[in-house]
């Protein structure tokens, strides 16, 4: 019989501590604070599942989740396929792969709040670059400061280039890892470029495609904290 | 079903080729007829998939003509040379099920889809995949999903030559042999051009009815099994092909005789003209293991090791500085005892720089 050794436990106690500290502790005065009310000086009030109900309740926050779910869905469906593209039109080898790498790369290694940051002065409309060139020089007005639609199409144009990076580099995952061999196949069997991405390209593209998704319906979840605050 | 014909083929990776060693193919000449089993052998980087690509015409050559029936396909792509080919790692496509992946090469074509049917019916029968046609193919086993992509290749009745890179490379060696005899017994069955490529000489000389050995981009000899066995004109096939190879063992050649440590060697025949006299180059004598025999008389050697594998014993012995091989059935001489070797006569050739220099006799009687 093997013996089972408890005290190794104590191994990952420092991690569990650490752990504790920075995650578990927080998030549960989060939760804590979520049954309380208070007028301030640091007293509280047991209040039960009211927030919840009242938030449950709330036609601003449906509103805002069929937002949230109605951009998630536009980029998605605006990266994916861009992305794909992108990733297709990529060289697989030579000189220039290292080069379109970090190009591709460079977008999403900026902080997300440095992408909002920069982005907000880059389209203010009279002293942003963009919105200076789009009001001034092309003559389009443009404010997404007070108009909805040049606000939703500044939110998913930043998302598309903040985040289209990611897609390419999964897609140009799956596609390098496709031996020669298929192709070789693929063309002594007549197959039209089409069947090729179809049988050959997009199957391999699949087992990691899934992650973009995976990270749009996590773009919903982190959102619903922000409105009951 | 074609005949292929290789006319002075040269290939080269490098863009300016200069010298002879930038080619990895150097000057190909080659016939391959029509329903014919062909095996291509040879060591790793000689040369063989690159030959295989370039008739196949994955590969563009940077010199020569590839003709199928006298027809030039040089500067065709693969898809309209009607060719197929087997990878040495099984290509299947995974999302689709073994029906449609057999279809597959049919369907490109615009094949009618009755005839589809028909066809993919007869060589999934062939190949005793018939109760696996509705199953998805990403779960075969390596076996099956290799018996999936020869009868892609198959399917169609079109096809002017089958091509195999090396297929048994990921088979379980006991599946090896049966997919081997079953390979054999669709070239009986549909009576198409195949070439084989192998750097396993077992798999070449069962698969094979001519064999083709090539050696640093050349073809050295071209010949059934039993010929490269008994007469192989290159001391790299009698080298390459047997296990134990061809003993080679220096010698000098005076007055037409060859000397070996001092003893007259007895040829199969003739030696044949050197440039200047008969012994210019580097001459050798190759003589395989199984035609050496130990006798009262003849080369005296030592005997260093022995080796019972079974059913015959190999013997290392040596000649001064040089071991040779001999393979005896029955009882093998003791180590370290003195004896004789005796060398066939008939199976004893002189070979001058690699290249064989002795005249076969014609048999008399």
Same mark, same amino acid.
């Given at each position: ?11 990952? *106690?420092?991690?569990?501590? /650490? ?8 998030? &549960? ?6 049954? %309380? ?36 869905? *536009? ?5 994916? @396929? ?10 697989? %080898? ?12 460079? @977008? ?14 880059? +389209?203010?409309?009279?002293?942003? *670059?963009?919105?200076?060139? &789009? ?34 580099? /999964? ?5 390098? #890892? ?22 050959? %390209?997009?199957?391999?593209?699949? %087992?990691?495609? @899934? #992650? ?6 996590? +773009? ?10 | ?71 030039? =396909? ?95 490379? =990921? ?51 071209? !010949? ?37 440590? !001092? ?15 008969? !012994? ?20 005296? $050697? ?29 009882? $093998? ?33």
């Amino acid at each position: 019989m093997k013996k089972t050794y408890q005290k190794a436990w104590f191994l990952v *106690l420092p991690v569990l501590l /650490l752990v504790a500290f920075n995650a578990l502790i927080p998030m &549960m005065t989060v939760v804590n604070y979520s049954v %309380q009310e208070t007028f301030g000086n640091n007293l509280f009030f047991w209040e039960g599942l009211g927030w919840f109900e009242k938030l449950l309740n709330s036609d601003r926050f449906h509103a805002a989740l069929g937002r949230q779910f109605m951009f998630t869905g *536009l980029i998605l469906v605006i990266e994916v @396929p861009l992305g794909i593209a992108i990733a297709l039109a990529m060289p697989r %080898q030579g000189i220039w792969v290292p080069f379109f790498l970090v190009t591709m790369a460079l @977008p999403m290694l900026i902080p997300w709040n440095v992408v909002g940051a920069m982005w907000n002065i880059f +389209t203010l409309p009279d002293i942003g *670059l963009l919105g200076y060139f &789009m009001n001034h020089t092309l003559g389009i007005d443009y404010n997404m400061t007070q108009d909805p639609f040049a606000a939703w199409a500044t939110i998913i144009t930043m998302d598309v280039w903040h985040w289209t990076s990611l897609v390419v580099l /999964l897609s140009y995952a799956g596609l390098v #890892s496709i031996p020669d061999a298929y192709y070789q196949a693929a063309k002594i069997d007549g197959a039209s470029k089409w069947a090729v991405f179809r049988y050959i %390209q997009l199957p391999k593209m699949k %087992q990691v495609l @899934p #992650s973009p998704f995976c990270c749009g319906s996590w +773009t919903v979840l982190i959102s619903i904290p922000r409105y009951s605050s | 079903m074609a005949r292929i014909t290789l006319s002075q083929l040269r290939h080269s990776y490098l863009p300016n080729p200069k010298g002879p060693d930038d080619y990895v193919l150097k000057d190909i000449d080659l016939d391959w007829h029509d329903g014919g089993a062909y095996a291509l052998l040879g060591p790793s980087g000689c040369g063989k998939s690159t030959l295989l690509n370039i008739i196949s015409g994955l590969l563009a050559p940077s010199e020569g003509r590839i003709l199928f029936d006298g027809k030039d =396909v040089t500067d065709l792509p693969p898809e309209q040379r009607n060719i197929a080919q087997v990878f040495q790692f099984p290509v299947i496509y995974d999302t689709m099920t073994v029906y449609n992946n057999l279809a597959f090469p049919l369907r490109n074509r615009g094949v009618d889809e009755a005839v589809v049917k028909d066809r993919v019916t007869k060589i999934a029968e062939m190949l005793d995949v018939t109760e696996m046609l509705q199953k998805p193919a990403a779960g075969l086993s390596p076996d099956n999903k290799q018996k999936i992509s020869m009868g892609r290749g198959l399917v169609r009745d079109d096809v002017n030559v089958v091509m195999f890179d090396e297929p048994l490379t =990921v088979i379980d060696p006991h599946l090896k042999w049966t997919l081997r005899s079953k390979l054999k017994e669709l070239h009986q069955k549909v009576r198409a051009t195949m070439i084989y490529v192998t750097h396993d000489q077992t798999e070449a000389l069962t698969f094979a009815d001519q064999v083709v050995v090539m050696e640093d981009g050349q073809i050295v000899q071209i !010949g059934t099994p039993v010929e490269l066995f008994e007469r192989p004109t290159h001391t790299f096939v009698g080298h390459f092909i047997g296990s134990p190879g061809m003993n080679i063992l220096p010698c000098n050649v005076q007055n037409g005789q060859a000397l070996f440590e !001092g003893h007259t060697v007895v040829l199969e025949g003739p030696i044949e003209a050197g440039t200047v006299d008969q !012994g210019a180059g580097l001459t050798q004598i190759g003589i395989r293991p199984e035609f050496i025999t130990f006798g009262a008389t003849g080369v005296p $050697a030592t005997v260093r090791k022995v080796a019972d594998i079974g059913r015959h014993s190999v013997v290392d012995t040596v000649v001064g500085e040089t071991l040779i091989k001999v393979i005896v059935e029955g009882a $093998a001489p003791v180590q370290g005892a003195a004896t004789h070797l005796r060398f066939d006569p008939s199976k004893t050739r002189l070979y001058r720089d690699g290249w064989i220099a002795t005249q076969a006799l014609e048999a008399a009687e």
